[in-house]
């Protein structure tokens, strides 16, 4: 079987699915691979690295989809809405298709993918059990954007991290809060430290003090229970009105202190909750930065501008996108380790077996056999249909 991996075209997209090191670990398992000439040169593997590793060059994107048995990319479906549906005339049924696909928040993309018989699985609905770690996309690219959230907090603000005994006198740290503290918040708090801030964390689950104690920061508590907080999937749960008014007015504080506030509040395939009013970044000291990591869903503070820096109160509110891809080199090698785990993964005896009894295979498939086979993206769906049209 042949695994291809096209070029990305999503806008600015710089990562690759595979990278040559992955090229022989398939290999050795009897997967051949094929690439789209120059898929991996922006993220800093040029194609002689590929063949090096026993990779073939593809003459033209339609001869590598034409090859392919199985297409491993970034962005797929949904997650390349404007540009995705040009590939669509160059699949066929018997293909599986492996990547990224928003099929929470672009349920609809699924539908054309579905029609051409393909076999698509998405590499962000990868449960988070102990045995499928090692494919976790969605927190190896959290890593990384909680990484460099705290760079360009660094770059922007107006003072630098650590503290300093300089004969000028003393430098004091600057203040850092870090909102939510899952695998982004996590890394951020980190990188933060070994900047040398002072590091408070917020988040509505109790049970993470731990882990953000354990970096050296602060873990910011709010006196009133919240009860279970958190879902099966390890996210944030939905609560009740009055926890929410005691949580904005210990935000409202705790934003106030601090020098440099980065947002990583989300909920998956929803808009992101807003966490920090207009009122509260007027509260904060002139020159201060927001780095609002969920810029993508709308953003956690109610002035950020999805891909854009605005400056508000003399406040700078950075609301970056696809952060991963600006890292593009172990971006792609983490992203390539957790894509080439999960195929091998699903081969059975030289060809892919989609057992659907395995929770990896059950919670990832999304369309097989002309359908949309997994139950809650078709609830989705049919929940759209249902909706009254107000237009």
Known sequence: MIVGVPKETYPN???VALVPAAVSTLMKKGLGVSLEAGAGVAAGFPDQAYVEN????APSRTELFESANILVQVRAGGANPDRAHADLDLLRADQVVIGFFE???EPEALIPLAERQLTTLAMELMPRITRAQSMDALSSMATIAGYKAVLMAADALNRMFPMLMTAAGTIAPARVLVVGAGVAGLQAIATARRLGAVVSAYDIRAAVKEQVESLGARFV???IDAGDAEDASGY????HEAFYRRQGELMARTVAEANVVITT??????????LITDEMVAAMQPGSVIVDLAAERGGNCQLTKPGKTVTAHDVTVVGPLNLPSTVPYHASQMYARNITTFLLHLMDGGSIKLDVEDQITRETLLTHDGRIVHPHIQAL???SASAPNHS
């Open 381 to 383: 769906l049919d929940a």
């Open 265 to 274: 509040a989300a909920v998956p395939g929803k808009k992101a909750p807003v």
């Open 54 to 57: 026993g990779a073939s060059i």
């Open 103 to 105: 099929p929470l928040a």
């Open 13 to 15: 997209e710089r990562r």
């Open 221 to 223: 508590e709010l006196a």
């Open 236 to 239: 944030a749960k939905t609560m």
